[in-house]
T-cell receptor
């Protein structure tokens, strides 16, 4: 069975501070994909990033960066210089490639990020 | 503009009634999905469809039914057999489930059953 754990329920920061969101996953699949989604107050989920298990290279995209470590089954996400518009719930998700898990996203419980001016 | 539409945004029903939630996409995506979100929790997969006229149960399919007669449409019926139907329902689509493309989500329907 697959499982995604986001231990942080809520993180509050002041604008311009960096925010790091933790994500730990469990899967028996040797090949899988990891995702981060953002859910603003409007409710619609917005895709942020996707990473496959073959590639542990960490990247930066604008103010977003991620740290994928297969050895610790972690896929952490960082927002640099946070802005009020970053206030949202952030979800980590996992999708495997076995018959049972193919194309199905397993979501964590989400982390509420509150950025105050 | 391409995207996913869900209607209505808010829906109220009496207990014991079936209700159908609409989901339409014009992205030409093959795969479509229905998720349920409860307060403070992540999304849980109800049903998904990889191609027209085919769909599979997700993790919490009991009390729900779907159809996929057209590529663009994937309506979800919440039946009276669903014990706790009040929730936020999100529809999503992706180019193809087989290649694990990212899923794009609609704005959601908030269902309240009393």
């Amino acid at each position: 069975a697959q499982k995604v754990t986001q231990a942080q329920t809520e993180i509050s920061v002041v604008e311009k501070e960096d925010v790091t969101l933790d994500c730990v996953y469990e899967t028996r699949d040797t090949t899988y994909y990891l995702f981060w989604y953002k859910q603003p107050p409007s409710g619609e989920l917005v895709f942020l990033i996707r990473r496959n298990s073959f590639d542990e290279q960490n990247e930066i995209s604008g103010r977003y960066s991620w740290n994928f470590q297969k050895s610790t089954s972690s896929f952490n996400f960082t927002i640099t210089a946070s802005q009020v518009v970053d206030s949202a719930v952030y979800f980590c998700a996992l999708s495997g490639m076995t018959t049972d898990s193919w194309g199905k996203l397993q979501f964590g419980a989400g982390t509420q990020v509150v950025v105050t001016p | 503009d391409g995207g996913i539409t869900q209607s209505p945004k808010y829906l109220f029903r009496k207990e014991g009634q079936n209700v159908t939630l609409s989901c339409e996409q014009n992205l030409n995506h093959d795969a479509m999905y229905w998720y349920r979100q409860d307060p403070g929790q992540g999304l849980r997969l109800i049903y998904y469809s990889q191609i027209v006229n085919d769909f599979q149960k997700g993790d919490i399919a009991e009390g729900y039914s779907v159809s996929r007669e057209k590529k663009e449409s994937f309506p979800l019926t919440v039946t009276s057999a669903q014990k706790n139907p009040t929730a936020f329902y999100l529809c999503a689509s992706s180019i193809s489930a087989g290649d694990l493309y990212e899923q794009y989500f609609g704005p959601g329907t908030r269902l309240t059953v009393t």
